[in-house]
Nanobody, 129 residues
Framework: QVQLVESGGGLVQAGDSLRLSCAAS????????MGWFRQGPGKERGLVAK????????YYADSVKGRFTISRDSVKNTVYLQMNSLEPGDTAVYFC??????????????????????WGQGTQVTVSS
């Protein structure tokens, strides 16, 4: 099992920056990929960014490309989401998610919530105009 704990959310003004952290504990060696999702009021939970636990390529939703950066610190077992130039439309609860081992021969895309095994409790980000 893996436990994920997010931190770093808050209330900011448009144009400000925030950095979210997701600290992983437990069987972190079994992690394959990590993602940040968000769920705004009345909206479905959607992928914001993802990264492979051992490094490699990243993915960003079009709405955050050029403003958000996902990174991971393998020593601290922590994944970060640096959010710059925040907009009111970024207001949401942000969730960290982790994918455990992927069976041999199976391709993991990590684009949907059902492709992840572990979830944090979420952290609220509110951007005022």
């Amino acid at each position: 099992q893996v436990q994920l704990v997010e931190s770093g959310g808050g209330l900011v003004q448009a144009g400000d920056s925030l950095r979210l952290s997701c600290a992983a504990s437990g069987r972190t060696f079994s992690l394959y990929g990590m993602g940040w999702f968000r769920q705004g009021p009345g909206k479905e939970r959607g992928l914001v960014a993802k990264v492979y636990w051992n490094g490699g390529s990243t993915y960003y939703a079009d709405s955050v490309k050029g403003r958000f950066t996902i990174s991971r610190d393998s020593v601290k077992n922590t994944v970060y989401l640096q959010m710059n130039s925040l907009e009111p439309g970024d207001t949401a609860v942000y969730f960290c998610a982790g994918r455990g081992p992927v069976p041999y021969g199976v391709r993991w895309y990590g684009m949907n919530a059902n492709e992840y095994d572990y979830w944090g409790q979420g952290t609220q980000v509110t951007v005022s105009s």
